[in-house]
């Protein structure tokens, strides 16, 4: 059964820290691993989206690393805001002839001032 | 401004009165989705359409259909809703293919009384 576990599920830090949060997944066969935030009572929103050959991708403070071998990624976070706090969601994409995402539950990251 | 709209935001209702939730996208795009989150659940599929009168089931189908008569709609409509259909809905829409960006609406918060 395709899965997807995130940790830890809730983390706090201080405004201006940085931080890492885990996704390890056995989903096959791989297509490629996203990450989300979403914000208190909206909608997810893409942070980024990597395939099989790539290891890392930025947007902004936002790092991802993917670890096809060990099937675990990271998103690490750097010089927090307040506005990171929200919920950061691992999507693993498997290749069925059509894309099946599996969604993890989430970490939830609270910063605090 | 590309958008998923989804209305209404928010439905209270009565076990068995059938409601429908409307979804819109502006992008053009062929895939469009229908997920459910409930707390300590990670997002789960209910119905996905890849284009056209092309619909077919998520993970959690029961209790729910769809219909895509147009590229831009994919209303979701419970016939017969219960208590346990309480939740909150997302509607998203990508292209077809794999690894591109799926946006999400704003998300509809659902009571079933």
């Known amino acids: 059964k395709n899965q997807v576990e995130q940790s830890p599920q809730s983390l706090i830090i201080l405004e201006g820290k940085n931080c890492t949060l885990q996704?390890?997944?056995?989903?096959?066969?791989?297509?490629?691993l996203r990450w989300y935030k979403q914000d208190t009572g909206r909608g997810p929103v893409s942070l980024t989206i990597m395939t099989f050959s790539e290891n890392t991708k930025s947007n902004g403070r936002y790092t991802a690393t993917l670890d096809a071998d060990t099937k675990q990624s990271s998103l690490h976070i750097t010089a927090s805001q307040l506005s990171d706090s929200a919920s950061y969601i691992c999507?693993?994409?498997?290749?069925?002839?059509?894309?099946?995402?599996?969604f993890g539950t989430g970490t939830r990251l609270t910063i605090i001032p | 401004e590309a958008q998923v709209t989804q209305n209404p935001r928010y439905l209270i209702t009565v076990t068995g009165k059938k409601l429908t939730v409307t979804c819109s996208q502006n992008m053009n795009h062929e895939y469009m989705s229908w997920y459910r989150q409930d707390p300590g659940l990670g997002l789960r599929q209910i119905y996905y359409?890849?284009?056209?009168?092309?619909?077919d089931k998520g993970d959690v189908p029961e209790g729910y259909k769809v219909s895509r008569k147009e590229k831009r709609n994919f209303p979701l409509i419970l016939e017969s809703p219960s208590p346990n259909q309480t939740s909150l809905y997302f509607c998203a829409s990508r292209n077809s293919g794999f690894s591109y960006e799926q946006y999400f609406g704003p998300g509809t918060r659902l009571t079933v009384t």
């Open positions: 359409s890849m284009n056209v009168e092309v619909t």
């Open positions: 996704c390890n997944y056995t989903v096959s066969p791989f297509s490629n």
């Open positions: 999507v693993v994409s498997a290749d069925f002839g059509n894309e099946k995402l599996t």
